[in-house]
C-alpha cells in the first residue's frame, strides 16, 4: 500500500488519541503497540472485505485448510512487511522515539501449535494470500497455546501460555457468525410425510462455537484472506434454575478450546481431544455450507466451489460431518452425499510413526457424536463391501476403518478424500510402498507428493534484515516473489567479496544471538566459534542424543589433550518435549546436566559450550536460525516425514549435516553432495535391520572403545546430577536395542562432524558453500507448495503457476 511516513505519522497520533485518550508521551510500548496493530488493521481491512466481495460476487472456488494448529509466531513485523510499509512506519516511529524492534517484543507469541506441523500450516496461510490463492485457514482459538518450557535443575517443567490475557489485536469476534455443535444424547431415524427417513435428537449437549476472524494479508498484493478460529462457549440460556450447575455446563464446555494438546507424535487418546477435533470440523463445515448457500447452487455442485483440506488426521471427521449435513440438512441420497464428499476433501498425511496414526475407540464416538457412528459404520460397511469384491479379504481387513474396537482416522480421511499425499518424496515413496501400501493397491491415483516448504519473508526477509539487503544488492528483489529467483546467486560463488560480506553477515548475526543468550542466560559463548544447531520437538527418532554423544566425545578429547586442535564450538539446543513423554524429558535433563558440565569447566572456555534455549518457539527460532552455522538434521532415515527447519536453515546459509532423511534428500538433490554433509544410514538398509533383525547395539558399546567410554560416562558419575537419566538412557541405548540407531549411526556422525571442523577454517570454501545453500533454498518456498496443492490438488485459481 502507498504511505507516506508524514500520513502514517499523522494517523497514528490519530488513533493513540481515539482509542487511549493519550499523547504520544504519555503513552507506554503497550498502548503503542495495540495502537500500531489497530491501525494496521484499519490499513487492512478494505482489501480484506473486497477480497472476501470477489470471491462471491465471481463465485471464486474457495479452499479451506483445516487444520488443528497453527504456529503464527508474532504478527506485527509480518503484516508491515506485507503491506510494504515496513521501513516507512519504522523511520515513522523512530521520529516519535519509539522503537519498532523494542515494540514487536510487546506482543505474545501465540504458540498454537506444537511443531513443524503447526508451523507449516502458518507458512501456508501466507503464502496462500501471497500467490492469491482464495483459501483460508480454520481452526481452534485455544486459550492456552503450547506450555511454556521452563527448566528447573534442568528438569522441563511446564508453564500455562497465556497468550490472551491481554487480548488479540488481530482477532474480530463473529457473534453472527456463530454455529452450533452437538454432542452426546440419542439419535434416532424416523420416516417423513415423504417417507425420507430423517433423524431425530434428544438429551444433546449443545455448543456455541463462535468465530474469531484475523485477516491474512498476502505480500505486495491486496488480497486478504481469512484465518478462521473457534472458540466454545454455552449457548445462551434465559431460563436458568440452578446456577451451580449451570456454571459447571460452562467450564466443561469452555473447556473444549481452553489448551492446545502437547503431543507432537504421541497421541494419548482422550475424550477432550477428540471434542476438540469434532468441535472446530463441525463448526468450520457448517460456516462453509452457509456460505455457499448464498451462492445459490446446489449442492451436488459443492466440489465446484469448495475444496477442504484435512492436515493431518486430527480434521478426519470432516469425512462423516460433512455426509451428515448432506444427508440429514440436505437431503441428498447416500451415493450423490458420498461422490460430493470424497470430490470436496484431500487429506495431507504428517507421519510414519504408528504411534502418531490416531485410533478412537468407537464406543467413545458412539457416545460422544451418535449420528456420527452410525455413518462411519456405514461408510465402513460400503467399502468392506466394495472392496471385498475387489481385493483378497486380508486387505480389505487391514483397510478398514473400524476394526478390533477402534476407529482409525487415516483410514477414514484415506477412504473419504480425492487426494493423498505425503510431504517429501521420500515420505511419499514410504507411504506408497510401505505403511499405506495397501492403500496405493486400491487407489493408485488418489497418492501425491508436495513437498513441504518454507515462507521466505518471515525466515530471510524478516528474520535476516542483513542478508536480505545483500541479496537484494546483489540480485534484486524479483526473488521475494518467485523465489527461485535465488538462484541467481550463485553467480558470486567465486566472487570473494560476496562471500566476505555473507561471512560479515554471518558474523553480525552471531555477535546478536550471543548478545542475547548474555542478557538471557548469563553466558558468555565464543562468536568465533561453529555455532552448531538443533532446534525441534525432543524426540527420540530426532536423536539429539546421537548429537550430545559426539559433545561428550569432544569433551574427552579436549581433555584428553587441552592442546587438541580443534574448531572451537557452540552447541545450540532448542526443544520441548511432551509433557507425558518421559525418555524425551530423561534426554533433556541429560543434555542441561552435560552443559552444566561443560560450561563451567575453565579448561573449555572458548573450545566448547553447549546452550539449551528455553521455551524454543517461532520468535525464538528467528534469532537462531540466521546465526547458524551448522543446521543439525541427524533423525534415522525413514523417520522424519519432510522437517522444515532444514529449509529455514539453509535458507540463512547455514550447512546441512543430515541423514538422508525426509526432505534433506530433495536439500542433497539441490545444492549437490559437496555442499552438504550427509552420514549415516539410508532408509533401505534401516528396513533391511528390521527385516533381518541383525542390528545389535550392544556389540557397538563392547567393541567400539570410543563409544564405550561415552557411554559409560552416563552411568559412572561423570556427569554429576543425571545419575537416573544417565542409566535410564544408557540402557536404552545398550541393554533395551536402541530403537532408533544412535550407536550405529555414531562413527560416520563423528567423521563427518571432523570434516566439518576442517572445512570451516577455510572461510571462503565454507561461505561458498553457505551462498550455494541459499541460492538453492528458493525451490523449499512454501510459496510453490501451497501453488502445488491449489493447482493440483484443489482445483483453485492461484496467481503464479507452479514450477
Ligand atoms: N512433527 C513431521 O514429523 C514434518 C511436519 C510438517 C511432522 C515433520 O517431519 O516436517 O510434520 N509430523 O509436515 C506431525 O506433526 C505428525 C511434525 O511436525
Known amino acids: 500500500m ?26 507506554e510500548s503497550t498502548e503503542q503497540f495495540f495502537t500500531l496493530g489497530n491501525l494496521l488493521r484499519s490499513y487492512s481491512s478494505k482489501n480484506w472485505s473486497r477480497t472476501n466481495q470477489q470471491y462471491i460476487e465471481k463465485q471464486k472456488k474457495q479452499a479451506y485448510y483445516f487444520s488443528m494448529e497453527f ?22 516511529l523512530q521520529d516519535f522515539g519509539i522503537d519498532l524492534e523494542q515494540l514487536i517484543t510487546i506482543e505474545p507469541d501465540p504458540g498454537l501449535g506444537n511443531g513443524g506441523l503447526g508451523r507449516l500450516a502458518a507458512c501456508f496461510i501466507d503464502s496462500m494470500a501471497t500467490s492469491e490463492i482464495p483459501a483460508h485457514g480454520n481452526g481452534i482459538r485455544f486459550k492456552y497455546g503450547l506450555f511454556k518450557q521452563k527448566f528447573v535443575n534442568g528438569y522441563q517443567v511446564e508453564l500455562p501460555e497465556n497468550w490472551l490475557q491481554n487480548g488479540n489485536v488481530w482477532e474480530t469476534r463473529k457473534m453472527h457468525a456463530a454455529v452450533t455443535v452437538r454432542f452426546y444424547g440419542k439419535v434416532w431415524l424416523e420416516q417423513n410425510a415423504a417417507g425420507v427417513l430423517e433423524p431425530h435428537y434428544s438429551d444433546t449437549q449443545d455448543v456455541l462455537a463462535v468465530p474469531y476472524d484475523s485477516a491474512v494479508i498476502g505480500y505486495d498484493n491486496s488480497t486478504v484472506n ?17 446456577y451451580w450447575s449451570y456454571i459447571h455446563q460452562r467450564n466443561q464446555i469452555e473447556s473444549i478450546s481452553e489448551v492446545l494438546y502437547p503431543d507432537d507424535s504421541n497421541y494419548e487418546g482422550r475424550l477432550l481431544r477428540l471434542k476438540q477435533e469434532y468441535f472446530f470440523v463441525s463448526a468450520g463445515i457448517q460456516s462453509i ?99 471385498s469384491t475387489l481385493f483378497e479379504s486380508a486387505l480389505v481387513e487391514r483397510t478398514r476403518i473400524v476394526e478390533g474396537g477402534n476407529v482409525k482416522m487415516a483410514h477414514l480421511a484415506i477412504i473419504g478424500s480425492h487426494s493423498v499425499n505425503g510431504v517429501a518424496q521420500l515420505h511419499t515413496t514410504i507411504l506408497k510402498e510401505k505403511v499405506l501400501h495397501d492403500f496405493f493397491l486400491i487407489y493408485p491415483s488418489k497418492f501425491n507428493n508436495k513437498t513441504n516448504g518454507i515462507a521466505q519473508r518471515r525466515w530471510l526477509m524478516l528474520a535476516n534484515e542483513p542478508l536480505r539487503d545483500l541479496i537484494q544488492r ?31 553477515i554471518k558474523q553480525l548475526n552471531k555477535e546478536r544471538f550471543a548478545e542475547y543468550i548474555k542478557q538471557t542466560m548469563n553466558l558468555e559463548i565464543n ?26 566425545s569432544l569433551y574427552f578429547k579436549i581433555k584428553d589433550d587441552p592442546q587438541a586442535d580443534i574448531q572451537p564450538r557452540v552447541f545450540i539446543f532448542g526443544a520441548k518435549a ?66 522444515t527447519s532444514n529449509m529455514k536453515l539453509m535458507l540463512n546459509g547455514a550447512i546441512t549435516l ?16 559437496q555442499n552438504i554433509m550427509i552420514f549415516g544410514l539410508r532408509e533401505n538398509e534401516v528396513y533391511q535391520y528390521y527385516r533381518d533383525g541383525s542390528y545389535h547395539s550392544r556389540n557397538y558399546y563392547e567393541r567400539n572403545p570410543v563409544l564405550h567410554r561415552i557411554l559409560d560416562a552416563l552411568i559412572d558419575g561423570t556427569i554429576p546430577g543425571a545419575e537416573a537419566e544417565g542409566h535410564s538412557i544408557f540402557d536404552s541405548l545398550v541393554q533395551y536395542g536402541d530403537e532408533y540407531f544412535v550407536l550405529r549411526d555414531f562413527d560416520s556422525y563423528a567423521a563427518v562432524q571432523e570434516r566439518i571442523d576442517h572445512l570451516y577454517r577455510d572461510t571462503l570454501k565454507w561461505q561458498r558453500m553457505a551462498l550455494i545453500n541459499i541460492a538453492g533454498a528458493g525451490i523449499f518456498s512454501s510459496d510453490y507448495t501451497v501453488q502445488q496443492y491449489a493447482s493440483q490438488i484443489w482445483d483453485v485459481s492461484s496467481k503464479v503457476h507452479p514450477l
Open 474 to 504: 546483489k540480485i534484486g528483489n524479483e526473488w521475494e516473489t518467485t523465489p527461485t529467483e535465488l538462484n541467481m546467486l550463485k553467480a558470486f560463488r567465486d566472487d570473494k567479496d560476496t562471500l566476505h560480506e555473507l561471512a560479515q
Open 226 to 242: 481469512t484465518l478462521r478460529l473457534w472458540s466454545a462457549e454455552i449457548p445462551p440460556k434465559d431460563d436458568i434454575t440452578d
Open 71 to 92: 504456529l503464527l509466531g508474532r504478527m506485527l513485523k509480518s503484516n508491515l512487511l506485507n503491506l510494504g510499509i515496513l521501513d516507512t512506519v519504522r523511520n515513522g
Open 578 to 643: 511432551a509433557p507425558s513423554y518421559t525418555y524425551a524429558k530423561q534426554i533433556i535433563k541429560l543434555i542441561n546436566s552435560v552443559a552444566d558440565l561443560i560450561n563451567q569447566d575453565r579448561e573449555l572456555e572458548n573450545k566448547l559450550k553447549i546452550v539449551f534455549v528455553e521455551n524454543y518457539g517461532v520468535s525464538l527460532a528467528e534469532k537462531i536460525i540466521p546465526a547458524a552455522d551448522v543446521s543439525e538434521q541427524i533423525s534415522l532415515a525413514s523417520k522424519e516425514a519432510s522437517g
Open 2 to 27: 502507498d504511505l507516506s511516513k508524514r500520513k502514517f505519522k499523522e494517523d497514528f497520533k490519530k488513533m493513540l488519541t481515539e482509542v487511549y485518550s493519550m499523547d504520544i508521551s504519555e503513552s
Open 658 to 673: 543430515a541423514t538422508l532423511d525426509g526432505a534433506n534428500v530433495e536439500i542433497r538433490d539441490r545444492v549437490g553432495d
Open 527 to 552: 562468536t568465533d566459534a561453529i555455532f552448531d544447531v538443533q532446534i525441534k520437538r525432543l524426540h527420540a527418532y530426532k536423536r539429539q542424543l546421537l548429537n550430545l554423544l559426539h559433545i561428550l
Open 289 to 387: 455450507l452457509r456460505h455457499y448457500k448464498k451462492m445459490h447452487l446446489h449442492m451436488n455442485h459443492l466440489a465446484e466451489k469448495v475444496a477442504i483440506h484435512i492436515n493431518d488426521t486430527h480434521p478426519a471427521l470432516c469425512v462423516p460431518e460433512l455426509m451428515r449435513l448432506l444427508l440429514d440438512e440436505e437431503h441428498m441420497d447416500w451415493d450423490h452425499a458420498w461422490n460430493v464428499t470424497v470430490n470436496v476433501m484431500s487429506y495431507t498425511n504428517h507421519t510414519i510413526m504408528s504411534e502418531a496414526l490416531e485410533k478412537w475407540p468407537i464406543d467413545m464416538i458412539r457416545s460422544l457424536l451418535p449420528r456420527i457412528d452410525q455413518i462411519i459404520c456405514e461408510i465402513d460397511r460400503r467399502f468392506t463391501m466394495k472392496m
